[in-house]
């Protein structure tokens, strides 16, 4: 934690623009407080251009598409990202279940090697190339869920629409990523958070935290992103023995 004459002294540096002052004021006061207040919708008031929300269509051209992520991106300094790193994984750990934005802050501000590694894949595969060149989304906007209603027991997208009516869960719900620059690797994240909820649906398991642990270790595994590792080894920590 920070005093408060540390906190004026680092605010106060030259060195910060105006912007950088007024963002970096805003996250060391939400670490003063735990993190407890961090979130998207907090720093939506430190972003530039914070009108833009998650609602993308699915029919943007490439420019579109980039300027979409670009209207979005919050330039955060070295100082600002490790303490996002710090507050984001302590909230991640504490609330596995409970903080989905801080466990989406923590994967954007870490893990970018493992990003490139997975744009690359997907660029050297055919399917993988289609996704990122025609970049669909998951959402109620560019899903026809009554389209998935009338499909047969057992199949993906009926499956797929049970598991989100039973568990409460709206796929509106995953953030636009903000933290990364490169709009190619900020798609690639935002779609991996998207497929969250159909990796449960294949694996069969429940989104309670030994159900997430198991997808963290999947995801982990098969993406290489430190925020998975990190969920997958540090989640069972918050298990009962039995």
Avoid at 66 to 93: D, N, W
């Amino acid at each position: 934690m920070f005093s408060k004459l540390t906190v004026t002294k680092i605010i106060s540096a030259p060195s910060l623009t105006a912007f950088q002052f007024r963002s970096t004021k805003a996250l060391l006061r939400a670490s003063l407080f735990g993190f407890s207040k961090l979130s998207y919708r907090f720093l939506d008031g430190f972003t530039p251009n914070s009108e833009s929300t998650g609602g993308m269509k699915n029919n943007y051209s490439k420019s579109e598409k980039e300027s979409v992520y670009a209207l979005r991106y919050f330039q955060a300094s070295l100082f600002q990202k490790i303490l996002l790193t710090g507050g984001s994984a302590y909230m991640s750990l504490l609330h596995t279940t409970k903080r989905p934005d801080m466990m989406a802050v923590l994967g954007e501000v870490t893990g970018n090697k493992a990003r490139k590694k997975m744009y690359e894949e997907m660029l050297n595969d055919d399917e993988g190339l289609q996704i990122l060149r025609d970049q669909p989304r998951i959402n109620t906007s560019t899903t026809d869920f009554e389209a998935l209603s009338r499909m047969p027991s057992g199949t993906l997208g009926k499956v797929y629409l049970d598991f989100l009516q039973s568990h409460k869960i709206s796929p509106d719900k995953r953030p636009i990523v903000q933290f990364i620059e490169d709009p190619e690797l900020a798609y690639v994240m935002q779609r991996f958070r998207e497929i969250h909820d159909l990796i449960h649906v294949i694996l069969n398991v429940p989104t309670n935290i030994l159900g997430e642990v198991v997808v963290k270790w999947v995801e982990g595994i098969q993406t290489g992103l430190p925020v998975c590792l990190l969920a997958a080894v540090c989640g069972p920590l918050q298990l009962s023995p039995k």
